[in-house]
């Protein structure tokens, strides 16, 4: 099917001697990933990607005929068990449909067998949940307000906010992240202003504490106008913006390494691809 894409996606497959071996390498060792749902509205196809064919096992999505609730974000993750064994978890965060500024929201769970609704109701504002965060049993919603973070443990089913009480600027991008050390970070940037990396010091009930941890220059943005930019991915080494000059233009993807304190552009979406992208950390299994 790509090979019928374009002349340079046909050529990069036909002449790359490596490509057959890049491509197989990846292609065997990755974990099960989640697709959007499909035309049938209640199912999620997983995808389990192995060399040579694709396994697809359906999730049936039904939760009640119940008009008030509704799946407002899915969060998916694989759980390291043992050394040989590992489980997806997804969660899904309903909410329950009301006219009021505060909203309540339930948590639905499948751990690979069938799906669950936690009892777990907790109260936060009406905006948007952003993309989620899994780390030690627990998913980390941040709010698209950023005023607050919504945390999920599906294993104690145990739900709780975490507020992000500095200052938060106009035209402020937020992202929320993990540090090496399993800390939740969360990155702050602004056009004019260097990109601020946080850490959650103290994750106290009664007085979680954000850090500043680093300050990082981008001149990508700093010294030319941007038509659109936007921080993607933060996994405690690697940093990604995403970049774009103008509305026919190639989005560039820029990296910075946190490790090498460099920038570089490492990756590129043609201006001719008019779907919206996003972007996923995979660990090797």
Not at 37 to 49: K, N
């Amino acid at each position: 099917m790509m090979r019928c894409t374009n002349r340079s996606i046909r050529s990069h497959i036909f002449d790359d001697p490596t490509f057959e071996i890049r491509y197989f390498s990846r292609v065997g060792s990755n974990p099960p990933f989640l697709v959007r749902p499909s035309s049938t509205p209640r199912q999620w196809s997983l995808l389990r990607r192995k060399s040579p064919h694709n396994k697809f096992r359906f999730l049936d999505h039904h939760l009640s005929d119940d008009p008030s609730y509704k799946t407002t974000s899915t969060a998916f993750a694989v759980d390291q068990i043992d050394r040989t064994t590992q489980r997806f978890i997804i969660v899904c965060v309903i909410k329950l449909v009301s006219l009021s500024y505060i909203r309540t929201y339930r948590f639905k769970i499948n751990a690979g067998d069938s799906w669950r609704l936690s009892k777990t109701r907790i109260p936060c504002s009406a905006s948007e949940f952003m993309k989620p965060v899994y780390l030690d049993g627990t998913f980390h919603w941040l709010k698209e307000d950023g005023r607050s973070i919504i945390a999920f443990n599906h294993e104690t089913e145990q739900a709780r906010r975490i507020p992000i009480k500095f200052h938060r600027k106009r035209d402020t991008k937020l992202l929320l992240g993990a540090s090496d050390d399993h800390q939740l970070t969360l990155i702050s940037a602004r056009e004019e202003e260097a990109i601020s990396v946080f850490a959650l010091e103290n994750n106290s009930l009664t007085d979680p504490k954000w850090i500043l941890v680093r300050l990082i220059e981008f001149e990508a943005v700093q010294q030319s106008k941007q038509l659109y930019w936007n921080v993607e991915v933060f996994d405690g080494k690697c940093l990604l913006v995403r970049t774009m000059k103008d509305q026919d233009n190639d989005t560039l993807v820029h990296g910075y390494d946190l490790r090498a304190n460099k920038w570089e552009v490492v990756g590129l979406i043609p201006g001719w691809c008019d779907a919206n992208r996003d972007f996923y950390q995979f660990k090797p299994s």
